[in-house]
């Protein structure tokens, strides 16, 4: 099981001071939030379970991927598309308000330290590849990144000034090369030697389900390592509610895995990638 | 009079079970307590409510098994659990070092089931109470026990035999008379009843045209749940001796007097553990500063004194 955090962490319920609410591109926002405990701990694959509003409407919270965190300032943040009334009311949420944060949450990315890391994000699934991006030590790391369209393309600014070699792909053809992630996934495999791949290159990605599905399959055919984070309704966030639950790949008998506490973050080849949350 | 209100006296009981305060934690909203004992002392709980085991381990509903609705949520879980012989080898021995009454909660397929449980549980340390759980909305057979009297009081006489313990009855709202079956539950000899357990409810996606939920079914719970809890405590504990916990989106201190106030001698809290993994500790204290405020001696003195 991929596994960077340390079981030792508890999370906390940290009441964090928000710091900054930007639009980056129509309906997408990114929320910069000063909560020090949290970002101490936090790894690239994390998430934590926002609570929105302290009103009982919208009542469960929300789970989003940790983008950022940088423990010398104290600092998260996250990057949300607004999809509903949960994520609505997260955007009208002002600088210098408090938003209670449980978390970190869930397994991380195993970060490989040698070798060749491809990072493939799909959408909204960006955050927590731009945050393994950034992470990664001692690898060759590519982002391959797509997007409905140019706007969309989150965080490519901050890959650019961190200077993180990336390719675009846009459905749209307005920026990068026209078509899905997939594609420029194995035009890139494809300038491998192929003895090379299966010892060096390692997939981490995240996105929608059937990106996700597709790149596991893509990754089983190069013989490639792959992980993926996956997401699924939750209640709690943290194991004690049992309500989500992704099959996992067995012969014969049906047996489920919890995306909160055994992921977010999965070897590709252990869970049944296709149903979406 | 003010010494005593200073620290309010909050034990109660549920029949021979005594408890250092009413505030329990529902089953099914709290696992095991391994991952909750992390986060805080469980000692200071009223009593832990373990998630429903059965005999032989079951996987639960396909996904999507949980959402959101207007005060409350949908579930679908479907029971995933080991099954009684991992949680007896490898859950109970953690969740007794809780420091606080543990109640196993139970449920079988037939009454011969629910008594082999009740049997293996009998037979361990440190368990305090069973609940029976003939309520789940969301499998099969589940709701067949809870909805005829006749069979909840066998089921409920049959395990009593079994058991050193209070057996609670866990009852759904999904009946025409709650009251009806907490009779059967009397006059089989159970201890005590817990209500309630979730509402059978739904969800629509209307572009999809498919339901929210994976079982398309699912057991509403949550605020949005708590007048329809406060009624059938009410009325059932007007109809019964003996004594009843009452359950039903519970948030806060006073959400907790007013279901004393209805009639229970204790509560549980469910679906509030998601939202606040601490919500029990703070309706504990909650309860305390309202029972200082208000001058109330012992939580024991609001039992059923609605004035109504
Ligand atoms: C581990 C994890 C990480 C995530 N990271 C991000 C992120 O970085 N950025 C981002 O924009 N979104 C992320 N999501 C998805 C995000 O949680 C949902 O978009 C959000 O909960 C929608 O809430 P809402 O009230 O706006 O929408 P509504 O549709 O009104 O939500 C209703 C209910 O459905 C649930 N829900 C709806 N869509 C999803 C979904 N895709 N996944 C899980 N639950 C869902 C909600 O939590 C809520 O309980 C993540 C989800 C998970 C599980
Ligand atoms: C996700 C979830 C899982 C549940 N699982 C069980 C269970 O395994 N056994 C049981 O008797 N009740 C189960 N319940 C019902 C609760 O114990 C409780 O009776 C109900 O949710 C009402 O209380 P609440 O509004 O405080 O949640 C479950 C409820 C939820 C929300
Ligand atoms: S969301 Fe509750 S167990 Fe995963």
Redesign the interface.
């Known amino acids: 099981m991929p596994n960077s955090s340390s079981p030792s962490i508890?999370?906390v319920?940290e009441p964090a001071r928000t710091l900054e609410q930007a639009a980056v591109a129509p309906g997408f926002f990114r929320l910069r939030l000063h909560a020090p405990r949290i970002a101490g701990n936090a790894v690239p694959g994390q998430f934590v379970q926002v609570?929105v509003t302290d009103d009982?409407?919208?009542?469960?919270?929300r789970p989003f991927s940790i983008g950022d965190a940088d423990p010398s300032s104290g600092s998260i943040e996250i990057l949300y598309h607004v999809v509903g009334k949960?994520s609505r009311r997260l955007s009208e949420r002002k600088a210098g308000e408090r938003i209670l944060l449980?978390g970190p949450l869930g397994n991380g990315f195993r970060l490989p330290d040698s070798g060749t890391v491809l990072l493939v994000g799909g959408g909204v699934g960006m955050p927590p590849v731009y945050f393994a991006a950034k992470s990664i030590r001692g690898c060759r790391v590519c982002v391959i990144q797509g997007a409905r369209c140019a706007e969309r393309l989150l965080y490519r600014d901050e890959l650019v000034s961190l200077g993180i070699p990336h390719r675009e792909t846009t459905e749209d053809g307005s920026a990068g090369s026209k078509g899905l992630v997939t594609a420029a996934l194995i035009e890139t495999l494809s300038d491998f030697p192929p003895d090379e791949t299966k010892e060096t290159v390692e997939i981490l990605a995240c996105g929608p389900p059937a990106m996700l599905a597709a790149v596991a399959d893509i990754a089983r055919t190069h013989g490639v390592r792959c992980q993926v984070s996956v997401e699924?309704?939750?209640?709690?966030?943290?194991?004690?509610?049992?309500?989500?639950?992704?099959?996992k790949r067995t012969s014969g008998?049906?047996?489920?895995a919890l995306v909160c506490?055994d992921g977010p973050v999965f070897d590709a080849t252990q869970i049944a990638l296709a149903?979406s949350? | 009079m003010t010494g005593t209100t200073l620290s309010p006296d909050l034990r109660t009981s549920i029949g021979a079970l005594d408890l250092a305060n009413p505030v329990l934690v529902a089953s099914g909203t709290f696992a095991y307590g391994r991952e909750m004992a992390r986060l805080y002392d469980l000692s200071i709980l009223g009593g832990i409510v373990s998630k429903t085991i059965t005999e032989l381990p079951r996987a639960g509903n396909p996904p999507p098994r949980v959402c959101e609705t207007a005060g409350g949520m949908l579930n679908a879980i479907g029971l995933p659990n080991p099954g009684v012989d991992v949680f007896l080898r490898e859950a109970l021995p953690e969740l007794r070092q809780a420091g606080c009454p543990v109640i196993v909660n139970i449920a079988g397929e037939t009454t011969e089931g629910y008594v082999r449980l009740a049997a293996r549980v009998a037979r361990e340390e440190g368990v305090a109470a069973v609940e029976l759980n003939v309520s789940c909305p969301n499998v099969s057979y589940g709701l067949d026990f809870g909805t005829a009297p006749s069979r909840v009081e066998q089921v409920v006489r049959r395990v009593k035999e079994e058991c050193p313990f209070p057996v609670i009855a866990k009852l759904s709202p999904n009946v025409t008379d709650v009251t009806e079956i907490a009779r059967g539950v009397e006059q089989g000899g159970g201890d005590a009843v817990s209500l309630i357990n979730t509402i059978r409810g739904m969800a629509i996606d209307p572009r999809k045209r498919k339901p929210v939920l994976g079982n398309v079914t699912g057991g509403l719970s949550g605020p949005a749940v708590k007048p329809v809890a406060l009624a059938m405590v009410w009325k059932t504990s007007r109809s019964v001796r003996i004594p009843v916990v009452g359950i039903g989106g519970i948030m806060t201190g006073t959400d907790v007097v007013e279901f004393l106030l209805a009639g229970a001698s204790a509560i549980q809290i469910g679906t509030g553990n998601f939202v606040d993994p601490w919500v029990a500790p703070r309706v504990i204290s909650e309860l305390r500063e309202f029972c200082i405020q208000e001058g109330i001696g012992s939580v024991r003195s609001l039992i059923g004194e609605l004035k109504a």
């Open positions: 508890v999370p319920d609570r009982v409407e919208p009542f469960l919270r949960g449980l699924e309704r939750m209640a709690c966030g943290f194991g004690i509610c049992m309500g989500c639950a992704v099959q008998t049906r047996e489920y506490v149903h949350p």
